[in-house]
């Protein structure tokens, strides 16, 4: 079984401001871990993921995430925001086996005021 | 693009009807799967697919039957919908291979309300 906490439901910040959304993870087995995007009445898409190999990785729209094993996290970060990154944020693992199904956390949403 | 049509994207029922919806994909990718998002709850897997007539329950499948006649189709279906299934629904495939391996690619959801 496999398990997602987002720590925050909401973050609230000012324009230019750095952020980070942060997300844990629980899994018996080895697993690849996403961040997805979703804007108002839009499907998720994804900005990020975590695979193998560098444990920071790098993703569209200027967003990064470090994947640290020993204290199953990965936690996304920006390190200056914009009104258009106003959105809901959702951290996801994948089990590399079994249909690779994946388990969401229940979302952060991200305000970025002017 | 994955080029994933969920149709429809917004259906009203009443209590005790059927409802089916509809998941088209273009490019014949193997795995397909049925999410439900709620307010607070993120996306919850109702069930998954890995194959023609291959398929098999995610965490909340109670109340919902799928199928799979076919590679580009993956139905859900609510025998008799209740108010609890109101709820956005997303499908979504896997990406196997390539720069999108191991990611979902979700279609554009539908908004099913019963009252």
């Known amino acids: 079984a496999q398990s997602v906490t987002q720590l925050d439901s909401q973050v609230p910040v000012f324009e230019e401001a750095p952020v980070e959304l942060r997300c844990n993870y629980s899994s018996s087995v080895s697993v690849y871990l996403f961040w997805y995007v979703q804007y108002p009445n839009q499907g998720l898409q994804l900005l990020l993921k975590?695979?193998?190999?560098?444990?920071l990785v790098k993703g569209i729209n200027g967003f990064e995430a470090e994947f640290n094993k020993s204290q199953t996290s990965f936690h996304l970060r920006k390190p200056s925001v914009h009104i258009s990154d106003t959105a809901e944020y959702f951290c996801a693992v994948s089990d590399r086996a079994n249909a690779g199904k994946s388990t969401f956390g229940d979302g952060t949403t991200l305000t970025v005021k002017p | 693009d994955a080029g994933i049509t969920q149709s429809p994207r917004h259906k009203v029922t009443e209590t005790g009807t059927p409802v089916t919806l509809r998941c088209h994909q273009t490019?014949?990718?193997?795995?397909m799967y049925w999410y439900r998002q709620d307010p607070g709850h993120g996306l919850r897997l109702i069930h998954y697919s890995y194959g023609v007539k291959d398929t098999d329950k995610g965490e909340v499948s109670d109340g919902y039957s799928v199928s799979r006649s076919k590679t580009e189709d993956f139905l859900l279906t609510l025998e008799s919908a209740t108010s609890s299934q109101t709820s956005v629904y997303f499908c979504?495939?896997?990406?196997?291979?390539?720069?999108?391996?191991?990611?979902?690619?979700f279609g554009e959801g539908s908004r099913l309300t019963v009252l």
């Open positions: 975590y695979l193998s190999g560098s444990t």
């Open positions: 490019e014949n990718h193997r795995y």
């Open positions: 979504a495939i896997r990406l196997l291979s390539g720069q999108g391996a191991g990611e979902l690619f």
